[in-house]
């Protein structure tokens, strides 16, 4: 990630903002891995380790030329554009990893057994909580991040007035993407069950549904106002 990181900064690549974002957060996380902060501290860092390589295949599938998933398919033709903002790309590209990446992570180191005791996934979720609050103390210092690689007029005076809406909102999609989140992967797992047939066409579902929630987030107006204020997950329905 940091070879990654330096090679985006070199080419004014738009993927930077929100690679960036997402390396801190990740060495923050590590960070609390190796200071005993979680009840199950391997299964964190093979859950992390999951759930990173699903986003860099991504990246190495769209530096091929390659079409990778459809959020992320949105989200990096959006780095295209040099109107959109940092803050936007960051939104694009959180919005693509936690909706859609965070799903196939859990079903990737979580068995259906697994998901039936309710035990286990107690702990799970309450690990799962402990990197929400990792990451919610990085929100304001992540918003100076981004508002240091801002061009003028990327934030406008609503923008401005609205910083400490926007922080507290993005304290709470945080959290409620994540029981979103788990609620997919229940579907997902129960879809698994069935055969490999059946959870491809789950997937197929939540892609579709991620793919159009982070086209939203490219349209026009208060972006974290808007999510604030309606959610930021997506929920797969009842099969």
Not at 51 to 56: E, P, Q, R, S, T
Not at 83 to 111: E, K, W
Not at 113 to 142: I, N, S
Not at 170 to 198: C, H, I, M, T, W
């Amino acid at each position: 990630m940091e070879d990654i990181q330096t090679r985006l900064d070199a080419e004014d690549d738009g993927r930077r903002h929100w690679h960036g974002v997402y390396r801190r957060g990740t060495v923050a996380v590590r960070n609390e891995i190796e200071g005993g902060g979680f009840l199950d501290p391997a299964w964190l860092e093979r859950w992390d380790l999951v759930f990173a390589d699903i986003y860099l295949k991504a990246m190495e599938r769209w530096d091929r030329g390659e079409a990778p998933s459809g959020p992320w398919q949105v989200a990096f033709e959006a780095t295209r554009d040099p109107s959109i903002p940092p803050l936007r790309h960051v939104l694009l590209g959180l919005n693509a990893h936690v909706n859609f990446d965070l799903p196939q992570a859990l079903i990737g180191v979580i068995n259906d057994e697994e998901f039936d005791d309710p035990e286990v996934m107690a702990r799970r979720f309450a690990d799962h909580k402990h990197v929400d609050d990792v990451l919610v103390v990085r929100v304001g210092t992540e918003d100076r991040e981004i508002a240091a690689a801002e061009r003028p007029g990327d934030r406008s005076l609503v923008d401005k007035v609205l910083v400490p809406l926007n922080r507290a909102g993005s304290k709470r999609f945080l959290k409620e993407a994540r029981r979103k989140v788990y609620d997919n992967a229940r579907q997902l797992s129960l879809a698994r069950r069935s055969g490999p047939e059946a959870l491809a066409a789950r997937l197929s579902q939540l892609e579709e549904l991620c793919r159009l929630r982070v086209a939203d987030l490219r349209a026009p107006g208060q972006v974290l106002l808007k999510l604030t204020l309606r959610g930021f997950g997506v929920v797969l329905p009842e099969p």
